[in-house]
């Protein structure tokens, strides 16, 4: 089991440029999650799908759109970036077992936009 | 309220001694409150949780304590270790859970 993938673990993006990040999970979960995190702020919650076919704001999900692909992928895509998205993102599934609610989280992507 | 405040920011123990950080909350709707860990250029991981029809909760050297009243939750890490150095994050959820909402991160040095 790999867990929750993401791709890339980096990547530097000029102003207006946009990307996709690409997250995927073989843990057969079907809550999918985008984080943000910056230095003082904690995870903020981006976008959030329940299970495949929905997808809900979050927190803070202005200058972004998602696409919960199939029930392992959920892609995060910046349509044009601009510095304040300059952070580390997180992808996160989770697993509800019994009383308990435990998110598991990819490696991240650490985004500079200059 | 969605808000977990969470304090200190930061903090520097001993080896052996026993690191608190506390959280607060407001929305009573919350009803499963866990604990990640975080090493640098890694994900979090899930800690330890409580839910609040218990006022205590220990796995290993790492107990939660719940004030239900008060809305209040802290972790403590008994006889800290180097290895505990870490970002340690609080964080609750409501029915349904599928909104989990973080506190900002307390991050914890342990000096050999």
């Known amino acids: 089991n790999a867990g929750v993938t993401q791709t890339p673990k980096f990547q530097v993006l000029k102003t207006g440029q946009s990307m996709t990040l690409q997250c995927a999970q073989d843990?057969?979960?079907?809550?999918m999650y985008w984080y943000r995190q910056d230095p003082g702020m904690g995870l903020r919650l981006i976008y959030y799908?329940?299970?495949?076919?929905?997808?809900d704001k979050g927190e803070v999900p202005n200058g972004y759109n998602v696409s919960r692909l199939n029930k392992r992928e959920f892609s995060l895509r910046l349509e044009s970036a601009a510095p304040s998205q300059t952070s580390v993102y997180f992808c996160?599934?989770?697993?509800?077992?019994?009383?308990?609610?435990?998110?598991?989280f990819g490696p991240g992507t650490r985004l500079t936009v200059t | 309220q969605q808000q977990v405040k969470q304090s200190p920011q930061s903090l520097i123990v001993q080896k052996g001694g026993i690191p608190i950080i506390n959280c607060a909350y407001e929305?009573?709707?919350?009803?499963?409150f866990p604990w990640y860990q975080q090493f640098p250029g890694k994900g979090p991981a899930l800690l330890i949780a409580?839910?609040?029809?218990?006022s205590e909760k220990k796995e290993g050297r790492f107990t939660i304590s719940f004030n239900k009243s008060a809305k209040q939750f802290s972790l403590h890490i008994m006889d800290s270790q180097p290895g505990d150095s870490a970002t340690y994050f609080c964080?609750?959820?409501?029915?349904?859970?599928?909104?989990?909402?973080f506190g900002a991160g307390t991050r914890l040095f342990v000096k050999a």
């Open positions: 996160a599934s989770t697993k509800y077992r019994d009383r308990v609610r435990e998110q598991y």
């Open positions: 843990m057969n979960h079907n809550s």
């Open positions: 799908s329940a299970s495949e076919g929905t997808t």
């Open positions: 929305n009573t709707a919350f009803d499963y």
């Open positions: 409580i839910r609040p029809d218990v």
């Open positions: 964080a609750a959820s409501g029915h349904g859970g599928f909104k989990t909402i």
